[in-house]
């Protein structure tokens, strides 16, 4: 699964930009090319290797989406690459905090300097500084599982959701929790089932906490209940 927006692709007419790969958007492991290692300009100029560099150890992994698209990505280690990946998320804070006060051109070189550096790593976990302030995301996760709220505005054919764990991270917010518990079972579009310790009740066993009309017809698909001793 995507955890963060990389590869941008900016299209100058329309002023516009895309990416390679999205954030929340399900992909599938197609290829694992061979593993090399590669240098980076930390200044963040592609074509000049005379600065200060760093040694990257990727191995090119191709995706695939939903949709059937391919998007080839140079997928780094954490483990195997601590020293670089600080290095390069460093180099790119630095580089954002510059880019606040330039305009104009330098602004765009900065921006695509930062660009580059994102583009050539995708890393399998977050950088984060001694404040613990991520800066320099993680590109790819394995999709286990995940939140409600990061599952927003996916389609599955079959959902399974702890309730369980739901009902424990929201407390007493209740309010909150029926609405990311609306979310969770409206991804499915055949089955959901759910874990529960909850007394079995009669009915209905949710409804539209905001009232408002969705896009997936709760009435559509299969709900399993599977109560908990």
């Known amino acids: 699964m995507g955890y963060d927006n990389w590869g941008r692709l900016?299209?100058?007419?329309?002023?516009?930009?895309s990416y390679k790969i999205v954030n929340s958007e399900d992909y599938i492991v197609?290829?694992?090319?061979?593993?090399?290692?590669?240098?980076?300009?930390?200044?963040?100029?592609?074509?000049?290797?005379?600065?200060?560099?760093?040694?990257?150890?990727?191995?090119?992994i191709t995706l695939k989406d939903s949709s059937g698209k391919e998007v080839t990505v140079p997928?780094?280690?954490?483990?195997?690459?601590?020293?670089?990946?600080?290095?390069?998320?460093?180099?790119?804070?630095?580089?954002k905090i510059a880019a606040r006060n330039a305009k104009g051109k330098a602004k765009r070189d900065i921006l695509e300097a930062?660009?580059?550096?994102?583009?050539?790593?995708?890393?399998?976990r977050d950088i984060a500084d001694v404040g613990g302030?991520?800066?320099?995301?993680?590109g790819l996760d394995f999709g286990y599982a995940i939140?409600?709220?990061?599952?927003?505005?996916?389609t599955y054919k079959n959902v399974i959701i702890d309730k369980n764990d739901m009902d424990g991270a929201f407390g007493s917010d209740r309010a909150t929790a029926?609405?990311?518990?609306?979310?969770?079972?409206s991804r499915a579009t055949t089955t959901a089932t759910v874990y529960t310790r909850q007394t079995k009740v009669e009915g209905n066993p949710?409804?539209?906490?905001?009232?408002?009309?969705?896009?997936?017809?709760?009435?559509?698909?299969?709900?399993?209940?599977v109560y908990e001793g």
């Open 75 to 95: 997928f780094v280690l954490y483990s195997e690459n601590v020293k670089s990946l600080f290095r390069i998320a460093n180099a790119t804070q630095q580089l």
């Open 178 to 185: 029926q609405r990311m518990y609306y979310t969770a079972i």
């Open 10 to 17: 900016y299209d100058p007419i329309t002023r516009k930009s």
């Open 133 to 138: 302030n991520v800066i320099l995301k993680k």
């Open 147 to 154: 939140t409600s709220h990061k599952s927003q505005g996916s």
């Open 30 to 60: 197609i290829n694992v090319g061979k593993t090399s290692t590669k240098k980076i300009n930390l200044s963040g100029n592609e074509f000049d290797l005379s600065g200060e560099t760093v040694d990257v150890t990727y191995t090119p």
């Open 206 to 225: 949710i409804s539209n906490p905001v009232g408002k009309n969705s896009n997936v017809s709760l009435m559509e698909m299969s709900m399993y209940f």
């Open 114 to 124: 930062i660009n580059y550096l994102s583009r050539e790593i995708m890393c399998d």
